[in-house]
T-cell receptor
Framework: GENVEQHPSTLSVQEGDSAVIKCTYSDSASNYFPWYKQELGKGPQLIIDIRSNVGEKKDQRIAVTLNKTAKHFSLHITETQPEDSAVYFCAARYDKVIFGPGTSLSVIP | DSGVTQTPKHLITATGQRVTLRCSPRSGDLSVYWYQQSLDQGLQFLIQYYNGEERAKGNILERFSAQQFPDLHSELNLSSLELGDSALYFC??????????????FGPGTRLTVT
C-alpha cells in the first residue's frame, strides 16, 4: 500500500544552524507534498507545500525540494530558532493524504 | 487558531463504551477529514466527507463511523471501544473536495483515553 518514510525521527541542532528532514514515498501517482508542523498540544499546521510539477519551493527560512524520479522530497530550515522546535510531518497525496511518522526537531539556544 | 473547532477536548471512557466526537469546520469549508494520531501508528487518515457525502475512506475500523450534517459539522462515532483506540483524534477541513494544493486546516484535537 501507500507509504511515506521520514528520517530522522529526532533531530537536535544548535540555534542558527540548518535542519534537513528527508522523506520518501511509494505511490508514484502522488502529486502533492505538504509539510506540517505540530507544536505540543496543537493540531498540525501547514508550513509549506510543493506540487509534483515543481522541483523546489522556498518561503523565507523554509525550503522544500522534490525529486519525482527518486520519489524523494526534503524540508530545509535555515537559521533555526528555538520556536522552530516541534514535530514535523511530511505527507504525500494522490487521492488521500499519507503522512510520514514525524521528526521531532529540537533547536538548542 | 485554525478556525476548526473540536469538542470535547478530553474524553475518558471505559472499554466497550461508545463515544461521539464533534467537529465544526472553518466557515465556508465543505470538506471535513478525520485523523487518528497515536504514538505507534502516527497520523492516520480515517475518512473524508464533502458537502454531506462520504468522499474518501482510509484506515477506518468498522466499529467507527462518521457523518456530516447539513450545517457541515461532522461527528465521529467510536463504538465497542478498546484500549488501543486511545489516541488523539483530529478533524481538518478544506474549502472544496481536497484536490492537490488545497490546504487542510486542523483542529486542536480530542484526546480519547480508554481505560
Amino acid at each position: 500500500g501507500e507509504n511515506v518514510e521520514q528520517h530522522p525521527s529526532t533531530l537536535s541542532v544548535q540555534e542558527g544552524d540548518s535542519a534537513v528532514i528527508k522523506c520518501t514515498y511509494s505511490d508514484s501517482a502522488s502529486n502533492y507534498f505538504p509539510w506540517y508542523k505540530q507544536e505540543l498540544g496543537k493540531g498540525p499546521q501547514l508550513i509549506i507545500d510543493i506540487r509534483s510539477n515543481v522541483g523546489e519551493k522556498k518561503d523565507q527560512r523554509i525550503a522544500v525540494t522534490l525529486n519525482k524520479t527518486a520519489k524523494h522530497f526534503s524540508l530545509h530550515i535555515t537559521e533555526t530558532q528555538p520556536e522552530d522546535s516541534a514535530v514535523y510531518f511530511c505527507a504525500a497525496r494522490y487521492d488521500k493524504v499519507i503522512f510520514g511518522p514525524g521528526t521531532s526537531l529540537s533547536v538548542i539556544p | 487558531d485554525s478556525g476548526v473547532t473540536q469538542t470535547p477536548k478530553h474524553l475518558i471512557t471505559a472499554t466497550g463504551q461508545r463515544v461521539t466526537l464533534r467537529c465544526s469546520p472553518r466557515s465556508g469549508d465543505l470538506s471535513v477529514y478525520w485523523y487518528q494520531q497515536s504514538l505507534d501508528q502516527g497520523l492516520q487518515f480515517l475518512i473524508q466527507y464533502y458537502n454531506g457525502e462520504e468522499r474518501a475512506k482510509g484506515n477506518i475500523l468498522e466499529r467507527f463511523s462518521a457523518q456530516q450534517f447539513p450545517d457541515l459539522h461532522s461527528e465521529l462515532n467510536l463504538s465497542s471501544l478498546e484500549l488501543g483506540d486511545s489516541a488523539l483524534y483530529f478533524c481538518a477541513s478544506s474549502v472544496a473536495v481536497g484536490l492537490a494544493g488545497e490546504e487542510q486546516y486542523f483542529g486542536p484535537g480530542t484526546r480519547l483515553t480508554v481505560t
